[in-house]
């Protein structure tokens, strides 16, 4: 009896196929009983499907019968292999492909024991065990040491836990192409900001700039301590007031700071509402 490839339609989609592609690849076979090609392609999927004992499922959905399905996943010719992980299609391919080809389709989607293990480590990290997220991590790098990505999970964890200089280390570690990366961009902001506010003054800081408004070394100074203390609208409060004041003091730092925490915040309200404050004040 087959463990891993099941007769799938309305009824059991959401089981195999949504909620099963949570845990493992899902590959979806849309086939019909007059398609001489999918009667060559199923029995080679059917085949891997047991040989790789689980590490993914195979739906095999009846494209006539099904034409809702078939619809949504926009099948415009069996049989058509569309892979679906964690709830989104990442490869798919048309046609009866000979075994060796399906081998390589499915050894692409099929995690690495390094992947699995990041994906161990995030599951830790969301239960709050971020020691043991840290530990399993270790282990995924010596599984992969050249798996950038298993660093920059790494680093934003010790961020987290106001290791900085650690977490410092490990961005720096990384190659010239992912210095770039979206993620480490966002993190090495996050530690500029903690780094340059960690010994502030507040009411000190706000004390100077009562008594002296034009004072910008107390400003940024102040924004960095409150935007390291996740108050972003107040610190870029004040980064926005200073470009109103002296857009061009000390080689436009608080345009560049400003800047800096938009990538931190991608994508958030905040990033919109302060990209038009920047952009008023400096017109």
């Given at each position: 009896?087959?463990?891993?490839?099941?007769d799938?339609?309305a009824?059991?989609?959401?089981?195999?196929?949504?909620?099963?592609?949570m845990?493992?690849?899902?590959?979806i076979?849309f086939?019909?009983?007059?398609?001489?090609?999918?009667?060559?392609?199923?029995?080679?999927?059917?085949?891997l499907?047991?040989?790789?004992?689980g590490?993914?499922?195979?739906?095999?959905?009846?494209?006539?019968?099904?034409?809702?399905?078939?619809?949504?996943?926009?099948?415009?010719?069996?049989?058509?292999?569309?892979?679906?992980?964690?709830?989104?299609?990442v490869?798919?391919?048309?046609?009866?492909?000979?075994?060796?080809?399906?081998?390589?389709?499915?050894?692409?989607?099929?995690?690495?024991?390094a992947t699995?293990l990041?994906?161990q480590a995030?599951?830790?990290?969301?239960?709050?065990?971020?020691?043991?997220?840290?530990?399993?991590?270790?282990?995924?790098s010596?599984?992969?040491?050249n798996d950038q990505?298993?660093?920059?999970d790494?680093?934003?964890i010790?961020?987290?836990?106001?290791?900085?200089?650690?977490a410092?280390?490990?961005?720096?570690?990384?190659s010239?192409?992912?210095?770039?990366?979206e993620?480490?961009?966002?993190l090495?902001?996050?530690?500029?900001?903690a780094q340059?506010g960690?010994?502030?003054?507040?009411?000190?800081?706000?004390?100077r700039i009562?008594?002296?408004?034009?004072?910008?070394?107390?400003?940024?100074?102040?924004a960095?301590?409150?935007i390291?203390s996740?108050?972003?609208?107040?610190?870029?409060?004040e980064?926005?007031?200073?470009?109103?004041?002296?857009?061009?003091?000390?080689?436009e730092?608080?345009?560049k700071?400003l800047?800096?925490?938009?990538?931190?915040?991608?994508?958030?309200?905040?990033?919109?509402?302060?990209?038009r404050?920047?952009?008023?004040?400096?017109?």
């Amino acid at each position: 009896m087959a463990q891993y490839s099941f007769d799938v339609d309305a009824s059991n989609f959401q089981q195999i196929v949504a909620d099963g592609s949570m845990d493992v690849p899902v590959v979806i076979d849309f086939w019909a009983e007059w398609c001489g090609p999918c009667k060559a392609l199923k029995p080679i999927l059917e085949k891997l499907a047991e040989e790789y004992r689980g590490k993914f499922i195979l739906a095999k959905i009846n494209a006539d019968q099904n034409q809702e399905l078939s619809a949504h996943f926009q099948v415009r010719g069996i049989p058509a292999v569309k892979a679906v992980y964690r709830g989104e299609i990442v490869d798919e391919f048309s046609g009866a492909l000979p075994e060796g080809q399906v081998r390589e389709f499915l050894d692409r989607l099929i995690p690495s024991p390094a992947t699995e293990l990041r994906i161990q480590a995030a599951a830790q990290r969301d239960q709050g065990d971020f020691d043991g997220a840290l530990a399993t991590l270790g282990q995924a790098s010596q599984l992969d040491p050249n798996d950038q990505e298993i660093r920059i999970d790494a680093a934003e964890i010790l961020a987290h836990l106001n290791r900085m200089d650690e977490a410092g280390q490990l961005l720096g570690s990384l190659s010239a192409d992912m210095q770039d990366d979206e993620r480490a961009t966002r993190l090495r902001a996050k530690l500029n900001f903690a780094q340059s506010g960690v010994q502030a003054d507040e009411s000190g800081l706000r004390a100077r700039i009562a008594a002296e408004p034009d004072d910008m070394e107390a400003r940024l100074e102040l924004a960095n301590y409150l935007i390291a203390s996740t108050r972003y609208g107040e610190g870029m409060d004040e980064l926005i007031e200073m470009v109103r004041r002296d857009r061009a003091w000390n080689e436009e730092a608080a345009r560049k700071a400003l800047l800096s925490v938009f990538n931190l915040l991608a994508g958030a309200p905040l990033v919109s509402q302060y990209r038009r404050k920047l952009a008023s004040a400096l017109n």
